[in-house]
């Protein structure tokens, strides 16, 4: 149960945000892991970027950061075509970040941390798992340098699509092992981001494309300025009575699992 609760808590960090850097940080990692494994790439290539396409996609990652106050709404969706249990889709998002509390759901689960205590809500098995507050840390999105770094050893092609009033930003590498594509869609009017794009080879088959898992996310809201009274609390869901955790009433019929011993 508590390796169970760990996986879902680190659901929390699932942000337009990281899904970008995340992904092509783990593609980084993976090369340096598996030194015999490389891309099919030439000996000896260079790659460079547009100075002013790669200082734009800096602004916009660097704009999705969760390590302050924040708070977004999101739909998310996965294909695959090798695992249809595994799809995702429209799957609503919210997250509300102050500090080192939060709120997060996920579809039919939610997640309360504040006041010291860590709550897990899921609907669908109308069960109420309650553990310690957890720390909420993100990775530092990065900066131009570290960007332009990582996709150059990667070999990483920068692209951009134009329309009238969005913009979209590509990294790509057919012949990537990992992650062979990624993409940030932003209103052009005000460097909004409003959609992340990763495609995945998959862990059996890297080398067919026809097997790849495509990720979606489509953010619908993002402020930096968020109403923490305008999302749930703790008290929505428990009550201490007499030193004895006890469920609300909205939720009595829910059972109670208390991991915080």
Not at 180 to 198: G, M, N, P, S
Not at 226 to 231: G, H, I
């Amino acid at each position: 149960m508590k390796r169970i609760y760990m996986m879902k808590f680190s659901m929390v960090l699932v942000s337009a945000g990281l899904l970008f850097c995340v992904g092509l940080a783990a593609a980084m990692k993976y090369n340096q892991q598996q030194g015999k494994i490389k891309p099919a790439v030439q000996q000896g290539r260079k790659d460079t970027y547009d100075a002013a396409l790669l200082a734009r996609l800096n602004r916009l990652v660097g704009s999705l950061d969760l390590n302050n106050t924040c708070a977004y709404r999101a739909v998310v969706s996965m294909t695959s075509p090798t695992d249809s249990m595994s799809a995702i889709r429209n799957v609503p998002v919210v997250f509300c970040r102050e500090g080192q509390r939060c709120y997060y759901r996920y579809g039919p689960e939610e997640m309360i941390n504040e006041g010291g205590f860590n709550v897990l809500i899921s609907h669908e098995q109308k069960k109420v798992i309650i553990d310690r507050q957890k720390p909420v840390n993100a990775p530092v999105t990065g900066n131009l340098q570290d960007f332009a770094k990582g996709m150059a050893s990667e070999h990483y092609a920068l692209q951009s699509e134009a329309g009238a009033e969005e913009e979209t930003i590509l990294l790509k590498n057919e012949k990537h092992l990992t992650c062979r594509e990624f993409a940030i869609t932003y209103r052009k009017a005000d460097e909004k981001v409003t959609r992340l794009f990763a495609r995945l080879p998959d862990s059996y088959d890297p080398l067919d494309k026809g097997k790849d898992r495509r990720v979606t996310m489509q953010i619908t809201a993002w402020t930096k300025s968020p109403d923490w009274e305008a999302y749930p609390h703790l008290d929505r869901v428990i009550r201490i009575a007499d030193g004895k955790i006890e469920l609300t009433k909205k939720y009595m019929d829910y059972e109670l699992i208390n991991i915080l011993k």
